[in-house]
């Protein structure tokens, strides 16, 4: 049984005269007799009955009239959505994220993706740096934003976001009133840190910025999350450097005072496989360098890079 057969037989269900059918199907009636021969061999049942006055359905080919359609609705379906997955207008997306992208343009982004993508489903993941590059090697992930430019060599990254590290002090803290603080004034302080088995980059860089500045950190907290880092401080348990974007999470008791000029920006990472045949995957890089760009623009990012 071939599509062929069931689009025949369909025409000439409505028909009921093989010289119409034969017309709208823009074939001898030979070849359409031929076909519903095929079929009628193939399903193992009468469909027609006919005799030089008239063709009518049988009680079968009744039966078969409304299946025969969903087939040729299904395939067509089909079809449609293979060419849409094709053209990136359908299918899925796999994204990775870090928590602090919550607050550095990602939600805005994906609305704006998803408007011009609506068949399109996207599924996101929060995951640390290391995980998605993990699961991104092993295709559980189609993109990915994270903290580090250590990647694997198949692997291609731009930067996303750019911003400076903030000091986020208790509110009740001596220090909470500065207008900008000096690193030094931090001395005796104890910290809360992004946990180095998480994110070995940011942990490396928040200590570099310290140990530049002449302060030597005491780390007493290191947790998994940039939000239950500024949880622990809003309890009173020590100070931390954070991105500067974590000042919009919403969270009370605690301040954000900027540091003085000089100090390392947080950085973000769009991550992506260089090879990959994903043209869902291809469209979204599309609308993350433009909204890289504007942003950029507007002076709340650095300027996006490329790199191999």
């Not at 239950?228 to 020590?238: M, T, W």
């Not at 009370?252 to 000089?262: E, I, M, S, W």
Request: net charge positive.
């Amino acid at each position: 049984m071939e599509f062929r057969h069931l689009r025949y037989f369909l025409v000439l269900a409505e028909e009921l005269h093989f010289g119409r059918a034969a017309r709208r199907l823009s074939i001898s009636q030979p070849p359409l007799s031929l076909n519903i021969q095929q079929l009628e061999a193939s399903v193992g049942a009468r469909l027609f009955t006919r005799n030089s006055k008239e063709v009518r359905l049988t009680a079968a080919g009744k039966a078969f009239v409304p299946r025969a359609r969903a087939v040729l609705e299904q395939a067509g379906e089909a079809a449609r959505h293979a060419r849409d997955v094709e053209q990136g207008l359908a299918g899925r997306l796999h994204i990775g994220f870090v928590g602090a992208m919550l607050y550095r343009g990602l939600p805005q982004m994906l609305r704006k993706f998803q408007a011009q993508h609506p068949l399109l489903r996207v599924v996101l993941k929060e995951l640390n740096s290391q995980d998605q590059l993990v699961e991104l090697a092993h295709d559980q992930l189609d993109v990915g934003f994270v903290h580090s430019t250590r990647l694997p060599a198949e692997m291609q990254h731009q930067l996303f976001a750019s911003e400076p590290f903030v000091c986020c002090l208790p509110a009740d803290h001596p220090l909470a009133r500065k207008r900008s603080l000096p690193l030094q004034l931090l001395q005796g302080e104890s910290f809360v840190m992004f946990a180095r088995s998480v994110s070995p980059d940011y942990y490396e860089r928040i200590l570099a910025i310290c140990t530049d500045a002449g302060l030597y950190p005491e780390v007493r907290h290191e947790v998994r999350h940039w939000l239950s880092v500024v949880s622990l401080v809003s309890q009173g348990l020590g100070v931390a450097l954070v991105p500067a974007a974590l000042r919009h999470s919403a969270l009370g008791g605690v301040v954000f005072v900027p540091l003085d000029a000089g100090v390392a920006h947080s950085q973000s990472y769009c991550i992506w496989k260089t090879t990959h045949d994903n043209a869902a995957l291809t469209a979204f890089l599309a609308v993350m360098q433009i909204e890289a760009a504007r942003q950029a623009k507007n002076g709340k990012l650095a300027l996006p890079k490329t790199s191999a």
